[in-house]
């Protein structure tokens, strides 16, 4: 079965510095690699996703990330946050032949300060 | 705006006591998921349905029952509450029982078990 560790709880960062939220997956066979955000009091947005092809995918809000199986990591990136990236982000990982089963990260709260 | 409606939208409930949590979609997606948010465990699946008519287990369904009479609702039931099921509740949708296909979540039911 998969499981999905993000190795921080909170990441804070001022506005305009860049961040990287850290997502590493287990799986014994080939997965589907996802980054959702929440926004307070909201649900949860889809921001990327990595099915095949090019290992680096751009998401939306100037967000991407970098699937490296060697590693097991599907790591988010941004070059620059803004405040209104505060949220938390949520990583997950689904077996190709798993169907609709979606594996979610504990989440990382993003704290971007003034 | 179409999407996902969740009633209601917060609950406090006693234990032991009968609970329903709505669901409705007005995408026409075939696959329909029920979760779970609770701090630092990400989000959990309680239960899945592929298709109307169909239902499946998730990874945590001890204490809830579901329900998919029509292609639109999917109902989350609490047969008898218990403060352990103190949770925010997401109901998600996505066109096929696919992983690659989105996964739209809405925004979500605060439950309170005393």
């Known amino acids: 079965a998969q499981s999905v560790t993000q190795l921080d709880s909170q990441v804070p960062v001022f506005e305009e510095a860049p961040v990287e939220l850290r997502c590493n997956y287990s799986s014994s066979v080939s997965v589907y690699l996802f980054w959702y955000v929440q926004y307070p009091n909201q649900g949860l947005q889809l921001l990327l996703k990595?099915?095949?092809?090019?290992?680096l995918v751009k998401g939306i809000n100037g967000f991407e990330a970098e699937f490296n199986k060697s590693q097991t990591s599907f790591h988010l990136r941004k070059p620059s946050v803004h405040i209104s990236d505060t949220a938390e982000y949520f990583c997950a990982v689904s077996e190709n032949n798993a169907g609709n089963m979606l594996t979610f990260g504990g989440g990382t709260r993003l704290m971007v300060k003034p | 705006i179409a999407g996902i409606t969740q009633a209601p939208t917060s609950q406090i409930l006693a234990a032991g006591r009968r609970m329903t949590l709505r669901c409705t979609q007005d995408m026409r997606h075939n696959a329909m998921y029920w979760y779970r948010q609770d701090l630092g465990l990400g989000l959990r699946l309680i239960h899945y349905s592929n298709t109307a008519g169909t239902t499946g287990k998730g990874e945590v369904p001890d204490g809830y029952s579901v329900s998919r009479a029509n292609t639109d609702d999917f109902p989350l039931t609490l047969a008898s509450a218990v403060p352990s099921q103190t949770s925010v509740y997401f109901c998600?949708?996505?066109?096929?029982?696919?992983?690659?296909?989105?996964?739209?979540f809405g925004p979500g039911t605060r439950l309170t078990v005393l």
């Open positions: 990595y099915l095949s092809g090019s290992t």
């Open positions: 998600a949708s996505s066109a096929a029982g696919e992983p690659y296909n989105e996964q739209f």
